[in-house]
């Protein structure tokens, strides 16, 4: 009952929002007031929303970094990243992705009849990947091997793509890297911890994300943001 009601809700005012809206950023936004959406779920939505022609927004305009993307950034550039400037390298990654194909010998022709470029959305989900990649190679237990579907179908790309609106590029707080909203991860729980060069870290599930996005973070940043959940986990620690 609560998802019908929630789809009521955004059936209802949802088109006046995103006739009104000046930036994706402001829908991203809107979403966020309700209680079950969190971060990745927003975005999701703000993304199918874009397939369609009832959202005109340029495909540069916003990205949201979900935690595997931050890690999959972390991976890339061998060291860490503070959340200011994480927007700032996808943009950057995005505008010289020709580059870098060059420089790796990748022969890449781009999406579609259009041979549209890689855009922020996807640099984003690439990067979250390879963070499950290399989380993936590091594990000890097998698992079940992947088997391939076959050849993939004919791709096929939303219409509305290539409406004229979507090429102005709209972006929202341009002086800052990303909107303070973004920054909000919670801790849902501490499930497990380990000891890295000798430095304790906690396996942490965050709210709204699905389990397969849960992280090991380092105790010290994890006391300045959940005190109280690691102070509840270590009390549960047998030595």
Known sequence: MNHLALMEVLMQEMPDVLSKA???????????????????????????LSYSNVMSFSDHDFV??????????????KQDIPRSMEVDLVRWIQSSQDDHFARLRLNFNGLGDQ???????????????LDKYIRKCGQSSKGRPFVGTGELG???????????????VR??????AEPDIIEKFVVQSIEAHRVVDGMMEFLVFWEGYDPDEAT???????????????????????Y
């Not at 041979?115 to 990947?129: G, K, Q, V, W, Y």
């Not at 939303?158 to 004229?164: G, I, L, N, R």
């Not at 010290?220 to 009390?235: C, F, H, R, W």
């Open 171 to 176: 972006i929202k707080n341009e002086e800052e």
């Open 64 to 77: 949201v970094m979900c935690v595997g993307s931050r890690r999959g950034l972390r991976r890339c550039f």
């Open 154 to 168: 004919e791709i096929r790309l939303p219409k509305a793509w290539s409406d004229k609106a979507r090429q102005i």
């Open 115 to 129: 041979h549209r470029p890689m855009m922020l959305c996807d640099i984003e989900h690439t990067l979250c990947e």
């Open 22 to 48: 000046e930036y994706m950023a402001d829908v991203f936004e809107w979403l966020q007031t309700f209680k079950s959406m969190g971060d990745f779920t927003a975005y999701q939505l703000l993304l199918n």
């Open 216 to 238: 090991w973070e380092p105790k010290d940043s994890l006391m300045e943001d959940a005190p109280t959940m690691v102070k509840a986990y270590l009390k549960t620690i047998t």
